[in-house]
């Protein structure tokens, strides 16, 4: 079945320090694929999402390019900063089986150190 | 923009009492689900409706039922409840699309005492 494997965390930077979040996906057909964020007490919010191949989302500084050569949907930034903490899921959902279940990667907490 | 709103924000319950939980989705939305995260963990999916008829069903426990009215707002009924199902809560909404986002609402907190 469709699956999201997600880098381990937690994942500790300095501030200003370059940020990448590996993901890659298992999927039949073609996905959309997201970044989701959550941060504590609160709900996940949409990051930024790519719907096709070569498809770059962006949004707030955070970077990701849907690369189908390699399945992969890896989440950059060029300069985290401490507000940046929080755990990052990648997700995806594809309507080609005929369903429109979101599959969920583990997350990846990130640490932000003024 | 509207949100998903949930409610209640809060919900303290000892063991072995129901509990309901509400969701209203954001408007134009067919598509409602619901998770379910315990503390320090990934959200589980539990279950999802499409115009109102149940569309999908994950690890939903059989004392755990939902279902979405012709208003398209949720509910998540919970009975006998265990210290084991305190977690928080989330609904999602999405327009049944192949590159539709789900949107989340900020979550119940439940507790089980």
């Known amino acids: 079945g469709d699956s999201v494997t997600q880098m381990e965390g937690p994942v500790t930077l300095s501030e200003e320090a370059f940020l990448t979040i590996n993901c890659t996906y298992t999927a039949t057909g073609y996905p959309s694929l997201f970044w989701y964020v959550q941060y504590p007490g609160e709900g996940l919010q949409l990051l930024l999402k790519a719907t096709k191949a070569d498809d770059k989302g962006s949004n707030k500084g955070f970077e990701a390019t849907y690369r189908k050569e390699t399945t992969s949907f890896h989440l950059e930034k060029g300069s985290v900063q401490v507000s940046d903490s929080a755990v990052y899921f990648c997700?995806?959902?594809?309507?080609?089986?005929?369903?429109?279940?979101?599959?969920f990667g583990t997350g990846t907490r990130l640490k932000v150190l003024a | 923009a509207a949100g998903v709103i949930q409610s209640p924000r809060h919900l303290i319950k000892e063991k072995r009492e129901t509990a309901t939980l509400k969701c209203y989705p954001i408007p134009r939305h067919d598509t409602v689900y619901w998770y379910q995260q315990g503390p320090g963990q990934d959200p589980q999916f539990l279950i999802s409706f499409y115009e109102k008829m149940q569309s999908d069903k994950g690890s939903i426990p059989d004392r755990f039922s939902a279902q979405q009215f012709s208003d398209y707002h949720s509910e998540l009924n919970m009975s006998s409840l265990e210290l084991g199902d305190s977690a928080l809560y989330f609904c999602?909404?999405?327009?049944?699309?192949?590159?539709?986002?789900?949107?989340f609402g900020n979550g119940t907190r439940l507790t089980v005492t």
């Open positions: 997700a995806l959902t594809g309507g080609f089986s005929g369903t429109y279940k979101y599959i």
């Open positions: 999602a909404s999405s327009a049944r699309t192949d590159s539709s986002p789900l949107h």
